[in-house]
């Protein structure tokens, strides 16, 4: 069974920055694509990022230039740093596993003054 835990949820002021963390208990993880998607209330699901297995990066035009996804291979672990965060990013965060459609709990970020 396939796990995907994240962490690093919280709230933020606007401008500010977080970094969620997915840990993946899929074997080998090198080979999977993995991604970032966002729930707001009301709203669809919808990918942030993703990131292949060779690296290349795939973003959302509304997070472009200001959140990076990355992956660490001998964690088994993808990130998401969240710079210059806005009211509008607010949302549950979800890690996803395509390959075999999983999906993590969910992180809460919420972004408010």
């Known amino acids: 069974q396939v796990q995907l835990v994240e962490s690093g949820g919280g709230l933020v002021q606007p401008g500010g920055s977080l970094r969620l963390s997915c840990a993946a208990s899929?074997?080998?993880?090198?080979?999977?694509?993995m991604a970032w998607y966002r729930q707001a209330p009301g709203k669809q699901r919808e990918l942030v990022a993703d990131?292949?297995?060779?690296?290349?990066?795939n973003y959302a035009d509304s997070v472009k230039g200001r959140f990076t996804i990355s992956r660490d291979g001998a964690r088994n672990t993808v990130y998401l740093q969240m710079n210059s965060l806005k009211p509008e990013d607010t949302a549950v965060y979800y890690c996803?596993?395509?390959?075999?459609?999983?999906w993590g709990q969910g992180t809460q970020v919420t972004v408010s003054s």
């Open positions: 990131i292949t297995a060779t690296g290349r990066t």
């Open positions: 899929v074997s080998p993880f090198g080979i999977y694509t």
């Open positions: 996803h596993l395509p390959y075999a459609s999983y």
